[in-house]
């Protein structure tokens, strides 16, 4: 058997515990690549040890712990991660090594060939006893242990200790009586989120930990501690005494929170979303999820649309939904096609915006364009909008330049990956306006001239890309909705190509996108045609399909307004019609991350009232209209997203883009000439507000209080 070794940086942690942890640094990377693509490390990088004398198959320098994990053995521990550096404090992973007269801490312990290692010894047994009685039961896996592996007597006759709780903030609730000091939360900040705001105080007895003042954890993971704490210390503030365990309803979906795609559960109870938690996905999100994915679930029960509105003398009515389909097909057959706009929302998924750009098709109109900008964006080059290296492939780079991007904000667990890889030794540079990345970078410039500068080889960072084996360039959304953005996108391409960013095996150009929908509107051509671009006609019928940010200009003044989403947002505040839609958490929706890979979320909760899908209510309208589209349920649908894009039926999966630099430069020069760069005006990102992004977001009071902490914060600093 083989297993996964430790990560590069827990091993280099773990030097200061014994010697070689560099050589088990190198092995255990080798091996963990190896594993990951389905082949097991080369026999002469494994050793044999026998564990309770099963002969068992390492990479050589693994842990005794990895080793029993590897032959099956459940190991008990409660300050061991496998993320996370080895801190060997909570000594109850203690097992027998033959020829070793004490028990030794199996996660810090490196095994050597032909090592003869027991975990079911009475040395073992009362090793772990006396562990136990230091620590406190409770309902969480400590209690689970203790009663595994605990005595049935305590000689502890002192009087137990109070600590005092923290004040976190509003997501993370401590109750500090439980703690055991395992210190994962500690090294998870420290490590994993960088903001290195946790830590402990005193010492013995009077050991604390907290954040040294009382403050709020400002990482936008934060809420990761909460399943990192093996005792219940640390808990979720907005569900602490909501529900019980053995309630909730568990639906694997996905986050559309940003563009990453967490892996995601969602837990409910009858028809009320409880709590979200990330599901584990190596290639992805591995097991963290940003803050805003994780809490804004209380959104999805506040300023719901659950009935069709129609707009009356007194305003918006509700109306039965052959009342508002026959409102909104008479606004849409009153005008010409070219009198017609659809903009599709920031959470919708790919089968209601084919459905909808299909219907637009057959009403004539070709002005469709998806909220946030740049509608006029080639999309025939798939690898010039996606993340080519991928999410995990970010982890190989060797030197990572950030063009008008704030990872931390737009893709927080995406931005962890890029530190894990500055931690292992990247070097990183960012063009664009300063932020707190929570690691060190090089600030190579500000504005697109700086950009210019660095193409032309006049900044030494050209030099570290150019000699660098596995270069990375990461353009931000914030770039791609600028009116020079072809102009600045032509000097990115021309930096690529003279830094050799893509070459042989390796494609290190990247787009990240801080939309959920972005790169699905982009591979189904979800944008206006030729003649629309040309007319640049005013819309008389606006069709919102989940819009709530859509610029004045997108929406005249006088137009005919049918909104089409799930929450009384900005969208449904100007609407003539209202069509109530479906949440991601009602709905069998596909999505596709910014590197490309196609997800789905699954309904986890009924729909509300009178609410429908979305692709059916397009559906439907067609139908009222006499346009009917030719798709009765959602595998039609599906098929009909295949004949348009292939991988749209292969979920899961990243299809490798094809690189057409040269090409892509030739189709945007007649745009940046025609929009020249704007010197002076800062490479910025496009979020200014990462707890309120959307409609979901901004209804959630979790969210708002999220927001009220950090400009208390802000101001006390």
């Not at 509107?521 to 003649?531: C, T, Y």
């Not at 006609?537 to 989403?565: H, N, R, S, T």
């Not at 348009?644 to 030739?666: C, D, M, R, S």
Request: net charge neutral.
């Amino acid at each position: 058997m083989v297993l996964t070794g430790l990560s590069r940086r827990a091993a280099v942690s773990l030097g200061q515990l014994w010697p070689g942890a560099q050589e088990l640094s190198r092995t255990l990377s080798t091996g963990s690549a190896a594993l990951n693509q389905g082949a097991p490390p080369p026999p002469s990088d494994q050793i044999e040890v026998f564990v309770n004398e099963q002969p068992v198959k390492i990479p050589k320098n693994s842990t005794v712990l990895q080793a029993c994990d590897a032959a099956g053995i459940d190991i008990p521990r409660f300050c061991y991660h496998q993320r996370l550096s080895i801190a060997g404090n909570c000594r109850m992973c203690l097992v027998e090594v033959e020829k070793v007269p004490k028990p030794v801490a199996s996660c810090a312990m490196p095994a050597g060939p032909g090592m003869k290692i027991k975990t079911e010894t009475p040395m073992v047994k009362k090793a772990r006893e006396g562990v136990m009685e230091f620590l406190l039961g409770g309902e969480c896996d400590l209690q689970d242990q203790a009663m595994i592996f605990g005595s049935d007597r305590s000689r502890f006759v002192e009087t137990k200790r109070a600590v005092e709780d923290k004040n976190l903030g509003p997501l993370v609730k401590t109750v500090m009586n439980r703690c055991i000091h395992c210190t994962r939360c500690v090294r998870f900040a420290s490590e994993v989120a960088g903001t290195a705001e946790l830590g402990v105080t005193g010492r013995g007895r009077d050991s604390e930990i907290g954040t040294y003042v009382e403050k709020l954890m400002s990482s936008e993971l934060s809420g990761n501690v909460v399943d990192l704490c093996p005792v219940g210390a640390l808990t979720s503030k907005p569900y602490a005494f909501t529900a019980r365990s053995w309630e909730l309803k568990g639906t694997e979906s996905i986050d559309v929170s940003d563009a990453l795609g967490a892996n995601i559960r969602v837990d409910s109870r009858g028809t009320e979303v409880m709590r979200i938690l990330p599901r584990l996905n190596e290639a992805v999100n591995e097991e963290w999820l940003s803050d805003r994915g994780r809490y804004q679930y209380d959104g999805l029960k506040r300023q719901r649309l659950d009935k069709p509105m129609v707009k009356g003398p007194k305003g918006l009515q509700p109306a039965t939904w052959s009342e508002a389909l026959l409102a909104a097909a008479s606004a849409l057959s009153s005008v010409p096609g070219s009198a017609i706009k659809a903009v599709a929302g920031r959470l919708a998924d790919a089968e209601s915006m084919v459905a909808l750009m299909d219907l637009m098709r057959r009403l004539g109109a070709g002005n469709l364009v998806h909220e946030g900008g740049f509608a006029d964006m080639p999309s025939d080059v798939r690898s010039t909008y996606t993340a080519n290296t991928t999410v995990a492939g970010i982890e190989q780079a060797d030197v990572i330049l950030l063009v008008g991007t704030n990872p931390r904000w737009e893709s927080p667990v995406f931005n962890a990956r890029i530190r894990k890889t500055f931690v292992d030794g990247a070097q990183v540079g960012l063009l664009g306006a300063p932020v707190d990345l929570t690691y060190k970078y090089e600030h190579v410039g500000s504005d697109p001239a700086a950009l210019a500068a660095l193409a032309a080889g006049s900044h030494p960072f050209l030099e570290r890309l150019k000699k660098a084996a596995r270069p990375a360039v990461i353009v931000g959304p914030g770039v791609l909705r600028r009116a020079d953005r072809e102009a600045v996108l032509k000097a990115v391409h021309d930096l690529c190509g003279k830094a050799g960013v893509v070459k042989e095996g390796w494609n290190g150009f990247n787009v990240i996108h801080d939309t959920a929908s972005r790169v699905a509107a982009l591979d189904m051509g979800f944008a206006p045609s030729a003649a629309a671009r040309a007319a640049k006609q005013p819309a008389k019928v606006v069709y919102l399909l989940g819009a709530d940010d859509w610029e004045e200009a997108e929406v005249p003044a006088g137009a005919f307004v049918i909104y089409q989403g799930h929450h009384g947002d900005r969208g449904a505040s100007r609407a003539d019609v209202v069509l109530p839609g479906a949440a991601y958490t009602e709905k069998s929706g596909l999505y596709v991350n910014f590197e490309g890979r196609v997800q789905q979320t699954r309904p986890a909760v009924p729909l509300l009232g009178d609410a429908r899908e979305d692709w059916r209510i397009v559906r439907a309208l067609s139908e009222v209209l006499g346009k009917r589209l030719p798709y009765d349920d959602h595998a039609a649908v599906r098929a009909r997203l295949a004949d348009i894009a292939p991988h749209f039926a292969n979920i899961n999966a990243v299809q490798t883009p094809v690189w057409l630099n040269g090409e892509y430069i030739k189709g945007v020069e007649q745009l940046a000439k025609a929009a020249p760069v704007q010197a002076g005006v800062p490479l910025a990102s496009s979020i200014d507000n990462f707890y309120m992004t959307d409609a979901i977001s901004r209804a959630s009071r979790t969210m708002a209080k999220c927001v009220q902490a950090r400009q208390q914060a802000q101001a006390k600093a």
